[in-house]
């Protein structure tokens, strides 16, 4: 009797430990059909779409893989050590599997999302240049703020619509960095936080650093243009005037949506090979081989045209 007593603690304590690392066990979808399509439930990580009837994140991304490729996030020398953490990670990801966020296609697609997703988000909070312990591929998520901003990012040409808060400064902060008045003001407005007047929210809480980070994945920098998750899934479509700018579907296209001309169009430059890397390295880690990835042209934007160009203004003749 007395052994069988140890033996339920055990058990307990092993539940116990799984709940609070974060280990919640695969959700058994409900089921029902409206209008001849049918709808899932999982509860608080998808709630009733078409897309809860795939695979979710935690199907098939646990703990132990997001260990595994954020090893060094919690090292001493990293800047945000016990911010960035697996649930959190999972909580914001609920806001957005309904709408195809790692839930899109099958399972290798859905893993692949992921992915490309997370090699962005390493590659942007990544301390590991120079960084020997590990290899410069372990240290993303060290930072989750701009650390010597060089000003507010204050933008007053938006003053009617995202008017800068007194004292406000809107500085990188997020998994994906998102800087200036109106990105916070939209960005905002979209996950319902008032980010305008509290950008420090985002370096506050782990959640709203990863949400500010997929709606950017979510969402196109301009209507007339593609997301990044559209490019990668395969949802859009080129118009001829992209083929000739050489913008093709997949990794490659969603650093140009991200970056543009800073990171696309110069040939194989390092900042571009580093996301590449970190894309490749996750995909490896999460069991994926890095020939998933992508053929050349499709993983680079080595030759594509900015969907979104700098500008330049036209020299002045004196």
Known sequence: MAWNRSLLVILALIVMASVVSGDEP?????????????????????????YCCNLTITDYFETYQFENLFAKRNSPVAHAVGFWDFHSFILAAAQFEPLGFGTTGDKKMQMREVAAFLGHVGSRTSCGDGVVTGGPLAWGLCFNREMSPSQDYCNDYFKLTYPCAPGAQ?????????????????????????????????????????????????????????????????NWKPTKNDTLSKRVPGFGATMNILYGDSICGQGDIDPMNNIISHYQYYLDLMGLSREESGVHNSLTCAEQAAFNPTYVAPATSS
């Not at 003001?185 to 949400?211: C, M, S």
């Not at 709606?215 to 395969?234: L, R």
């Open 26 to 50: 695969p959700i058994k979808p409900k089921v029902k059909t409206v209008k001849g399509k049918r709808l899932c439930d999982r509860g608080w990580e998808c709630t009733w779409s078409t």
């Open 170 to 234: 809107y500085y990188g902060r997020g998994a994906l960095p998102i800087f200036w008045n109106y990105n916070y003001g939209r960005i905002g407005d979209a996950l319902k936080l008032d980010l305008l007047n509290h950008p420090e929210y985002v370096e506050q809480n782990a959640t709203i650093a990863f949400q500010t980070a997929m709606w950017m994945w979510m969402n196109p920098v301009k209507k007339s243009q593609p997301s990044p998750h559209d490019v990668f899934v395969g």
